[in-house]
């Protein structure tokens, strides 16, 4: 009796296995027959305040509703956070810097288009980046009228930094494409170094 639920217990396992892998299959194959975006970049190490510039080439299989198109230069940085069990560290990683800049919107691709698109981003000066990793409330106390809470808010900031231990932690840069539609959206990333 107990062998009949071992091998039930076995095939429910096998069967959402197989679920899985066939949805990651079916969502390849359709993002595959939809179309392509493709980054290429001019230089992968770009020194702070200079420009990130390279080409995007769109290609649509079919024809395809564009809802939006973008290019975007992500900083992140890593995040470290111990367990409260004891049990070892989790690593994660913060998106703290975007510049992001819209290609195409609310556009009717016809089935075989191609087409190439310059872009240049501007790398962040290594003033801005401190500004950016020393006051994480930044852009929302900016917004604040009154000097006092304003002042309150980015001392809060900077002591939540602080105690976060964020501040040396690891950075790293991506160029991000991304064509949004019904359905599958078209993707592409590269990494790329900024010296600051």
Known sequence: METNGNSVI??????????????VIVYFIARAMKGSIE?????????????AEGQLTLKAKKAIDVDRMFIALIGEREIRKRSSSGNGNSTSWDEF???EHDVLMSEHLRAGFTQKYDFALQAPTKQDTQNLLDNPVGALTD?????????IANQVGKIALQSSGLHHS?????VVARLETKGVDLTDSKKIHISL
């Open 39 to 51: 980054i290429a970049l001019k230089q992968k190490n770009v020194s702070s305040g200079d420009m």
């Open 97 to 99: 810097y975007r510049d």
């Open 143 to 151: 917004k604040i009228d009154n000097a006092l809470v304003k002042g």
């Open 170 to 174: 690891r950075k790293r840069w991506k």
């Open 10 to 23: 076995l095939y429910l396992i096998v069967g959402v296995v197989a679920a899985i892998v066939l949805g």
